[in-house]
């Protein structure tokens, strides 16, 4: 089923894409000689003058129209047939590349306000005071010098009324410092602190977020790659009681004694199905959390999240607004991405959207379309970075076209497209590598290997 929904999501987003394309292509007058969704051996029909196909491999799509390769050195060819895409204006041409990424752009727009009139779960505390619930031991914020019920009032100077508020401005990469002004009794405080990497996840946290205390059962729901837990034998579902005997209270005193056991094998007793169960477990140290952990997350509980549904009107403001936001943190993690603030392994490629695409969809349709409308942000941004083989990069060949007068040089512009294809080609080798590592784990994969010699 994950693959389905990878396919059903993506092929809608790269459908849309390239019907921008199309469509403003039809309208200009270009002849469109096919339709594609998808790359490789393919099914389709005929209608008229174009050939809409459906082709093997999804990850992608195209809009073939005539003329769009008749080009010789340093000049388009002029041509008999007014209806070929080279024999436009430049005008026309730039319309239609832009159209794409552009239809991207705009499909957020009508999928979000969707989303917010048919509600998604969220946590309840998003709606309530950020009034700080507790801290983490040794987190950016203890560090910081953040107390548990600080109230928080502003975030990067932005003021900040509901944990809503708090979770956009400190939803960012690992590295980001976050600037906070408390208030505790009478005194208004100013603290500054560094966002760490959060186990097991993509971006980073404080040590304050409510996830952390709100749920506070020890109750295990899912392992991260080389957990030593799950090696051990631990299952979704189970509850730690005690480690070496002593009783854990809830998730934080657990994750206090694992850390304290300083790699050393521990006994766990866990409740599954009513029995209790003991396990052996050796810690290890994550390097990027500075202390010893076991390679778990903890479940939800069900009763701790609420459905919002809104009217027409105010799900569309909501619906802008949010959109806005989403385009605001694509822009900041490329602009992080380029200046080297955010590490590569921040990017996530088809495996990871395959599995949030399923996990998105099994929590309902509101939460599977709002995956929509961000994936759409991005695949339109992406397209429009000037990268030769993107429609960026054309509308790149196009504005240097308008400026000397005259089109690049088929043999420069095929440079262009080979060291833009080997960038993407890169990029996508770089994503899929820490999708794997993230999702099963590269060391897992490298001794199940060894251990088949």
Avoid at 194 to 217: A, H, I, N, R, S
Avoid at 231 to 256: E, F, L, Q, R, S
Avoid at 312 to 341: C, H, I, P, R, Y
């Amino acid at each position: 089923m994950t693959i389905l929904y990878f396919i059903v999501g993506l092929g809608l987003l790269i459908f849309i894409h390239e019907l921008g394309h199309f469509l403003v292509a039809k309208f200009s007058g270009i002849r469109v000689e096919r339709f594609s969704l998808g790359f490789g051996p393919h099914i389709g029909f005929k209608v008229g003058e174009t050939e809409y196909c459906l082709s093997l491999l999804p990850l992608g799509g195209y809009v073939k129209m005539s003329g769009q390769e008749d080009f010789e050195e340093g000049e388009i060819v002029p041509l008999d047939d007014p209806r070929a895409f080279s024999s436009k204006s430049l005008w026309t041409r730039m319309k239609v590349v832009l159209a794409g990424p552009g239809m991207n752009l705009l499909l957020p727009f009508i999928l979000m306000p969707i989303v917010f009139m048919i509600g998604r779960q969220e946590p309840k505390y998003l709606s309530q005071p950020p009034q700080v619930l507790g801290v983490q031991a040794d987190s950016s914020a203890a560090k910081a010098g953040i107390e548990k019920g600080d109230m928080i009032l502003a975030v990067n100077g932005k003021p900040a009324v509901t944990w809503d508020q708090v979770m956009r401005e400190i939803s960012k990469p690992a590295g980001t410092e976050v600037r906070l002004q408390l208030k505790r009794g009478d005194q208004t405080l100013e603290k500054a602190a560094t966002l760490q990497t959060l186990e097991g996840g993509m971006g980073g946290y404080l040590g304050l977020e409510p996830v952390f205390f709100v749920d506070v059962d020890p109750l295990v729901g899912a392992f991260t790659p080389d957990s030593p837990a799950h090696a051990a034998g631990m299952k979704a579902g189970d509850k730690v009681v005690a480690i070496n005997g002593t009783p854990v209270a809830d998730w934080n005193a657990m994750a206090d004694l694992v850390n304290q056991s300083k790699g050393k094998e521990s006994r766990f007793t866990v409740e599954r199905g009513g029995e209790k169960v003991e396990l052996k477990i050796s810690p290890v140290f994550n390097p990027n959390l500075n202390k010893y952990v076991i390679g778990v997350a903890k479940a939800s509980n069900p009763d701790n999240f609420v459905k919002r549904q809104y009217g027409l009107g105010e799900a569309f403001q909501k619906g802008v607004k949010e959109n806005l936001m989403l385009f605001g943190m694509t822009f900041k993690v490329l602009k992080d991405l380029v200046t080297l603030k955010a590490s590569y392994k921040e990017l996530g490629g088809p495996v990871r959207i395959a599995q949030i695409s399923a996990k998105a969809a099994q929590q309902g349709l509101g939460n599977f379309l709002y995956l929509l409308a961000f994936l759409s942000i991005q695949l339109g941004v992406l397209n429009l970075l000037p990268i030769p083989v993107l429609d960026g990069g054309h509308l790149l060949f196009m504005v240097y076209e308008g400026i000397a007068g005259k089109a690049l040089s088929m043999r420069k512009r095929l440079i262009a497209q080979q060291i833009g294809m080997f960038m993407l080609l890169t990029l996508m080798v770089v994503v899929t590598v820490n999708d794997i590592d993230a999702v099963w784990g590269l060391k897992d994969i490298f001794d199940k290997v060894k251990g088949w010699f």
